[in-house]
């Protein structure tokens, strides 16, 4: 039997475990990425592992997301990354430079290297990996993200929590379960103004936010071959809001042709499936038969067509994002708006992806497009995509070429968030209403350029190792410890202190924008947010408590994977999540911070549940233990319930010594 593209890269890093499916599998990590959101965490977390010196082939700082300074703070951590970057042994993006994952595929991915990141986004599923510099494998199934933008030239990429990533660095390996392998095949070719978000649209739609978990897609078939590696990675990258653990396409003749453009022919390595690779899925899709499409509040996979959704006002339109803001896709919007006025009653922004693409943009005329169109163009950064700025008006109807449109996420409460292609965005932004760009008549035909524009002078090398030791780490006022953990009590007696209903995102219980992300390195500040968003009493009720319980439906934790969603509950004195279903990072930064993640063992008992109601569970330590059935008993009410903790051993281990860090402690001494 032959093997995945996938699978093959999982047998060359293969450090322990079986290939089968379900089963912990061990993998070496050839290259991190961070940004700044969460990268002060993560590398506070790698200072505290007393590894000197990173051990992958290659580690990136990215700051992209915190770069509006409105105060010392953003200013600090930047300062702060920048000198842990050069004492370790790690590249620093420098602020403008662009967004992680666009840059990582322009200057730094490789066909058939291991990739995970910190960045900030995570699909639904199950479980994670873990630390294991010091020790033997944790297993857990792996994170997904937006990191796997990289699968577009043929990495395995994947999400993880900041600790996860501050562990590869360390020269620890990354634990996943054994994925299925899922084949999408690819036929025909793109009708014209139909784009690569259509096609990854269209596969939510089919699939839904869930339909990934456990999985890895890959795309295969002739109409592969019709799709550029900005549009390849466009596709992988929102493979993430399906939940799979990472999307890949393989690394053909269109990857060597975009690396020898980028000059980094040399790192062109083909990776293709056997004949006869076994998956455990298959999905057609005839490209030809696509039509443009977006998702409607307040979910990726609720999806139409623009022709169903019909010529309804719009207020705003943001172009750019990890997902869509490359040379290619810039220049389709820049060729849509020439000689044009952008309608009066829209505000149209746009955030090329790059410093690359933003000199380029410039030394060919269409920037200066772009801005005679009526386009105010942010810098190269995340900017409104994480609510760092143009937020919509009240129930403003916003058009962005983002990931992800989950409510609140914009920064206005009830901002109206469609996720569209550049070229629907930027015909859309003319006329003030959902258009249809197929009604432009003949296609504009951007080629993508033989050299790119390749100037790195605002990536950062680290210090030499015999320099190392004379760099001073330089830390701000803002950056405080990490919240104090304790090992797990026997009995949990504590009130449902929140309720919240299915598909809970990280952005519910840790909010983002503007006034937020400064204090990513502050939990105690940060408490102050945490899920208000779905009850502006929440965190006020912990700190009269002093400890809680949070009850949850089903995908509780999806998109983000900033580990503040699992590190500020702790801070308020949240003990265990009760819920029907976790998404993946999440679950394993709750069991990372000593927080206990449970499962109903019959869904229907949610119901029965009210906030406020007083759960006792005791015998604790002895069932994590053993891994058995974990009963609660809601004193409230009188009647009792099962659940289950969705964890490894080592995760129980882990959750008994009350953390990670505890953990680690426990196991150096």
């Not at 933003?358 to 386009?375: F, K, P, T, V, W």
Request: net charge negative.
């Amino acid at each position: 039997m032959g093997y995945t593209i996938a699978q093959k890269i999982i047998k060359n890093h293969l450090l322990s475990g079986e290939m089968t499916v379900g089963s912990e599998i061990g993998l070496r990590i050839d290259q991190t990425l961070t940004q700044d959101a969460t990268g002060t965490m993560a590398y506070l977390e790698f200072e505290a592992m007393g590894v000197p010196r990173v051990k992958t082939e290659k580690s990136v700082a990215y700051i992209d997301h915190n770069t509006l300074q409105t105060g010392f703070e953003n200013a600090d951590d930047h300062r702060f990354i920048q000198t842990v970057a050069k004492k370790h042994g790690i590249y620093f993006s420098r602020p403008g430079n662009g967004i992680c994952h666009q840059v990582h595929l322009e200057r730094f991915g490789i066909p058939g290297k291991t990739l995970i990141g910190s960045d900030s986004h995570t699909p639904p599923g199950g479980g994670t990996p873990y630390w294991s510099i010091l020790f033997p494998a944790s297993p857990w199934s792996g994170p997904a993200s937006h990191t796997p933008t990289g699968g577009g030239i043929g990495m395995l990429a994947m999400g993880a929590g900041g600790l996860d990533v501050a562990v590869a660095m360390g020269g620890g390996a990354y634990y996943i379960n054994m994925p299925k392998m899922v084949k999408i095949n690819l036929t025909g070719r793109l009708q014209p103004w139909v784009s690569a978000k259509d096609v990854i649209l269209e596969v939510l739609r089919r699939l839904t936010v869930k339909g990934g978990v456990g999985k890895i897609i890959e795309y295969a078939g002739e109409g592969v071959k019709t799709l550029t590696v900005p549009m390849r990675a466009t596709i992988t990258n929102m493979g993430a809001e399906l939940g799979a653990t990472t999307s890949i396409f393989p690394s053909d003749e269109v990857t060597r042709e975009f690396l020898k453009a980028q000059g980094r022919e040399q790192d062109y390595t083909p990776l293709a499936s056997d004949a006869d690779a076994v998956y455990d899925e298959t999905l057609d899709i005839d490209l030809s038969k696509l039509a443009p499409m977006a998702a409607c509040p307040h979910s990726p996979d609720n999806v139409k067509t623009i022709e169903e959704i019909g010529p309804r006002k719009i207020d705003q339109v943001c172009i750019g994002s990890c997902t869509n803001s490359s040379y290619l896709d810039l220049m389709r919007v820049a060729s849509i708006l020439k000689g044009k006025t952008v309608h009066p009653d829209v505000s149209l922004s746009i955030a090329p992806g790059s410093k690359q693409v933003y000199n380029m943009l410039a030394q060919n005329g269409a920037l200066a497009d772009l801005i005679a169109a009526g386009a105010r163009i942010l810098e190269c950064a995340c900017g409104p995509c994480i609510g760092m700025g143009q937020s919509p008006n009240s129930k403003g109807i916003s058009l962005r070429t983002f990931n992800r449109n989950f409510e609140g996420r914009s920064g206005t409460a009830d901002g109206q968030i469609y996720l569209v292609s550049p070229e629907t965005a930027a015909v859309s932004a003319l006329t003030g209403v959902f258009t249809d760009p197929r009604t432009l008549g003949a296609e504009v035909e951007i080629p993508q350029p033989e050299h790119f524009l390749i100037n790195d002078n605002m990536v950062v090398a680290p210090a030499s190792e015999e320099e190392a030791a004379s760099v001073e780490v330089l830390r701000g006022p803002n950056i405080k410890e990490f919240p104090a953990t304790e090992a797990l009590e026997d009995t949990i007696q504590a009130k449902a202190l929140l309720k919240v209903g299915d598909n809970i995102s990280t952005d519910h219980i840790m909010p983002a924008g503007a006034k937020i992300l400064p204090y990513r390195s502050n939990i105690p500040y940060l408490s102050n947010f945490c899920f208000t968003v779905c009850d502006k009493e929440f965190p006020e009720r912990c700190r009269q408590e002093g400890k809680g319980i949070v009850i949850g439906g089903s995908n509780y934790g999806q998109g983000s994977s900033r580990e503040h969603a699992a590190l500020v509950p702790l801070y308020l004195g949240v003990k265990a999540v009760i819920v029907k279903s976790f998404a993946r990072i999440h679950c394993a930064n709750l069991a990372n911070a000593g927080i206990l993640p449970l499962v109903f063992k019959d869904e229907s008992v949610y119901g029965k549940i009210d906030q406020m109601d007083e759960l006792e569970i005791t015998n604790l330590r002895e069932a994590i233990q053993k891994g058995g059935a974990i009963t609660v008993k809601d004193v409230t009410k009188g009647f009792t319930f099962e659940t289950e903790a969705v964890l490894t051993q080592r995760q129980r281990d882990i959750v008994l010594d009350g953390g990670l860090l505890n953990y680690t402690r426990e196991h150096q001494a």
